[in-house]
């Protein structure tokens, strides 16, 4: 079927990055294959993380399509646009239907974009992460590959309040070299080894970022182990709690 709403969206997404004049850095874009599926399993950082991991694939010419909550695909606006992008709604009472559906598409040769810490980090470092990418990945036969994203989180993050107006933020895309699921019988030891790698290239998205905060009041975008004010990971840890206790009372 053709695709009558994505190259709009990516059309829209380029107009703002040139209004707001944002830096981006890309680097390993070559590493998503131009042709057959593929996992690419990012960092979480910010609401507007799935714009850019998914740019990250622009060069290969690929559309990705992500794995995002049910109630973005039923809200009157967003709705629309998901459904037309041909994203993949997650529905937490019933995950094995949307697994089953990204395999599916995965099958296909589609490129399908997953966040494997689940939320976003509020301590801007990388979470324990699902199991599901490199489930994915061995159950398909394709590639898994680490995004690291970094910057976003000045735009709109959890806990902040939106900055969609922000100009000349640095925004880091880094994609990294694919694993080949063949090389990683075991998902456990396959999620251990796509932690690892998403960590040292978040790390060096963090230590190359061209800007440094303006003063303490700006240091709430940096990692507490980088001087920032964001919240240790076991601070963050009991911030999620308290939000999932919230939620269900």
Known sequence: ????????????????????????????????????????????????????????????????????????????VSGPLMRGMKHIPVDRRAGAGSYNSAVSALRRGEVVGVFPEATISRSLTVKELKSGAARMAQQAGVPLLPVALWGTQ?????????????????????????????????????????????????????????????????AWWQPAHLGGTAPTPEGAAELDRRGRRTATS
Request: hydrophobic letters at 40%; aromatic letters at 8%; glycine letters at 6%.
């Open 1 to 76: 079927m053709p695709e009558l709403v994505y190259p709009p969206v990516i059309a829209a997404a380029k107009t703002m990055f040139r209004v707001l004049d944002l830096r981006l850095t890309i680097d390993g874009s070559h590493h998503v294959p131009r042709t057959g599926g593929a996992v690419l399993a990012s960092n979480h950082v910010s609401y507007l993380d799935f714009i850019f991991c998914g740019y990250g694939a622009h060069e290969s010419r690929r559309l990705v399509r992500f794995m995002a909550k049910q109630e973005v695909f039923v809200h009157k």
């Open 154 to 218: 000045r735009l709109w993050t959890k806990g902040r309040p939106k900055n969609l107006t922000r100009r000349h933020t640095p925004v880091t895309i880094l994609v990294g070299e694919p694993m080949d699921p063949a090389d990683w019988p075991d998902t456990n030891a396959m999620t251990v080894e796509l932690k690892s790698r998403l960590s040292a290239l978040v790390d060096r998205a963090q230590r190359e970022y061209p800007d440094k905060p303006a003063g303490p009041e700006d």
